[in-house]
């Protein structure tokens, strides 16, 4: 039995229930002509989270689902492996699936594409790795466009994945559509970490490796799989765009919600903003509901957001998609908004004195650890929402003015203190710490790059119709 007769075999075998009818997948279309998103924000520090919640209700409520998926080993896999979307989940439900069964075994490896869900400006591949010599297998996958031209970023969760098991790797285009075919590529390893067994170092010894020793070495690459996918055109050719343009003051600032793009996949929420306000947009925190009052949240997982090239501003959201309940209204909530205040966007930090300007709202200097290679500036944070620890700061500036990346970073609701030997514990009172590390090179006075520096939160949710 081939993919196509698996999944119309499933597809039989399913009965729909009336209940399900909105709990699935909605998506957006963007008009990219006249913009420009090159700043990408959101790829996972973490791997995706296995949510299997809507899964395990058909399978437990809906028997029919149950024995469809159990006789069909890789669509149950799908079923799990979107189980943390809505967007993606809904796809599967409406058969927007594009089964491909292309396989290639060399070197002793197995690889093969499984699926595609795929609309007019995202790409969800699934893939599977599989092996009889090697234990653990992992791939670095990336795209070949048919052309030189960018406009796209990619990500994967999959790390982990256990040999046989469908992984997944996320292609979302901003500046183009999706084209009508690219290739593929994985250049499998093998996942060593589980051997990589050393001798135990102090404190001092473990931050020094950890933060100023040399970036971990490239794995030896077992082989390479090329794989040339083409798009069927009745997904590709898929969202719609609903022009806003409504102007509206938060938190005195003025923005624009300039157009909402609809795809099955996920919806796209863009925003504009006036010259005249002082502080750039940096985040926002919200909701969309339909007339029939069902609600639909931010993407927690892969690309949520992404910025543009003349700003500092995060001017586009990624969310999940109203395209298959066919809402003929929508409202979005605003609930929280985060801010870089223009006259912040650099923070004077004396590493000899530890004094320091104004930090974020929220955020203390906890200590400036002396290493032999440089200094590691911890600081505690607010957490703003439980089980989110987020990114504190975008680099800085060395002595001399010129701009540097953070090589590294760490963060952890415990911490302990170099000096006193003790451990906090920031979850308690719901706070975390980030460690940054700052090279000997920097100098003794740095300028540090705040992602932002206040937030404001709105007890009454912010209400702006999209239409």
Not at 213 to 241: E, M, V, W, Y
Not at 281 to 303: A, Q, S
Not at 333 to 354: A, H, M, P, Q, S
Not at 385 to 402: A, K, Q
Request: negative net charge.
């Amino acid at each position: 039995m081939n993919r196509n007769e698996e999944y119309a075999a499933l597809k039989a075998s399913i009965v729909e229930p009336a209940q399900l009818e909105y709990t699935v997948t909605r998506a957006l279309k963007r008009n990219c002509k006249a913009r420009r998103r090159i700043r990408l924000f959101g790829i996972p520090a973490g791997s995706f989270a296995a949510c299997f919640l809507g899964f395990m209700l058909l399978v437990n409520l809906f028997p029919l689902f149950a024995r469809a998926c159990g006789g069909v080993p890789v669509l149950r896999d799908l079923a799990r492996a979107v189980s943390w979307s809505p967007s993606l989940s809904a796809a599967v439900e409406r058969d927007y699936v594009q089964p491909v069964g292309q396989e290639e075994h060399k070197d002793g490896i197995t690889a093969r594409v499984e699926y595609l869900i795929v609309d007019q400006k995202q790409l969800e591949i699934f893939y599977s790795l599989d092996s009889d010599r090697y234990k653990a297998l992992e791939a670095d996958a990336s795209i070949k466009l048919p052309d030189s031209k960018g406009g796209y970023g990619s990500s994967s969760g999959s790390y982990g994945t256990p040999n046989g098991e469908l992984r997944q790797m996320t292609v979302n285009f901003m500046e183009r559509d999706v084209p009508e075919r690219l290739t593929l590529l994985l250049n499998v390893y093998q996942n060593t970490y589980e051997n990589d067994m050393t001798e135990p170092k102090t404190n001092e010894e473990s931050m020094e490796e950890t933060y100023f020793g040399p970036r971990t070495s490239k794995p030896d690459i077992l082989t390479t799989f090329a794989f040339d996918l083409t798009f069927d055109p009745q997904f590709t050719a898929q969202g719609k765009s609903v022009e806003v343009e409504r102007t509206f003051l938060i938190d005195n600032q003025t923005l624009i919600l300039k157009r909402a793009e609809i795809y099955p996949t996920h919806l796209r929420l863009d925003f504009g903003y006036v010259p005249e306000n002082t502080a750039w947009l940096k985040g926002l925190e919200f909701y969309v509901e339909n007339e029939r009052g069902e609600r639909y949240d931010p993407v927690r997982n892969g690309l949520t957001a992404s910025g543009e090239e003349a700003s500092p501003s995060t001017v586009t959201y990624w969310m999940d998609s109203t395209y298959f309940s066919e809402s003929k209204e929508l409202t979005l909530y605003i609930t929280r908004v985060r801010w870089l205040d223009k006259d912040r966007e650099r923070i004077r930090l004396n590493l000899d004195t530890g004094e320091h300007d104004l930090l974020p709202d929220g955020t203390e200097l906890a200590e400036i650890q002396r290493l032999e290679s440089g200094n590691l500036l911890t600081f505690r944070a607010k957490e703003y929402r439980e089980g989110l620890m987020y990114s504190l700061w975008s680099g800085y500036l060395d002595e001399n003015g010129e701009e540097q990346p953070f090589s590294t970073s760490g963060s952890s609701y415990t911490y302990q203190d170099s000096t006193t030997g003790e451990y906090l514990d920031g979850s308690t009172s719901g706070a975390f710490y980030e460690t940054v590390p700052l090279p000997a090179t920097a100098g003794s006075e740095v300028w540090l790059k705040p992602v932002f520096t206040r937030v404001a939160d709105f007890s009454v949710p912010l209400k702006i119709p999209i239409r």
